[in-house]
């Protein structure tokens, strides 16, 4: 199925950083999520995005729609060590199913 | 229940043999989704369920795989003839919604092929 482009793969950080990940996408999207998933476990809805140019935050996360409809970025502030985990992205149309990047592994260095 | 469970949560199995996954959704969701994801990698979407009724099953694999869902709620994954290579997570998601809806994942099932 249609994949999204999620990048970067991976980010090493120290404790403090700030880091930001996006996805793209060749197909305009009606919806952008953001997952986060923990070692052995599902992964965890974040924050959901479903108007162009939205701005959202939870707590140090913010998420953006793009204007485009073709991108979203997450950011997150003032990293700490429990933010490590691979962040997943997914985005959908209307009647398509949601499809989802390959996922950024963040690892934070204390 | 509260979110969505999965069992077993982890599966060893020979190689040849079949195994059942099972997926019990949260209460009310119609659309019910099954991933797979090897170490390390992102989800491998397998296929979707409206109600009982599989619209989208393009992400399986092989005819080994096959899957059902009864009463508009539990959902099983069967993998016949197990091979190494389906060794990976298998996680069930549902949601209210499919269109855009905000899908929950249960712990998944981690499957291993000796």
């Known amino acids: 199925g249609q994949q999204l482009n999620q990048s970067p793969q991976s980010m090493f950080i120290q404790e403090g950083e700030d880091v930001s990940m996006n996805c793209t996408s060749s197909s305009i999207f009606n919806t952008w999520l953001w997952y986060k998933q923990d070692p052995g476990e599902g992964p965890v809805l974040l924050i959901a995005?479903?108007?162009?140019?939205e701005l959202t935050s939870n707590g140090r996360l913010t998420a953006q729609f793009g204007i485009t409809r073709k991108d979203s970025f997450l950011n997150i502030s003032a990293s700490i060590p429990s933010d490590v985990g691979i962040y997943f992205c997914?985005?959908?149309?209307?009647?398509?199913?949601?499809?989802f990047g390959a996922g950024t592994r963040l690892t934070v260095k204390p | 229940g509260a979110g969505v469970s999965q069992s077993p949560s982890n599966k060893v199995t020979e190689k040849g043999k079949d195994v059942e996954l099972r997926c019990d959704p949260i209460s009310g969701h119609t659309a019910l989704y099954w991933y797979r994801q090897s170490l390390g990698q992102g989800l491998e979407f397998l296929i979707y369920f409206q109600g009982n009724s599989a619209p989208d099953k393009s992400g399986l694999p092989s005819d080994r795989f096959s899957a059902e869902r009864t009463g508009g709620s539990v959902s099983t994954l069967t993998i016949q003839r197990t091979q190494q290579e389906d060794s990976a997570v298998y996680l069930c998601a549902s949601s209210f919604l499919r269109q855009g809806g905000e899908q929950f994942f249960g712990p998944g099932t981690r499957l291993t092929v000796l």
């Open positions: 997914a985005g959908g149309y209307n009647n398509n199913d949601m499809r």
């Open positions: 995005l479903y108007k162009a140019g």
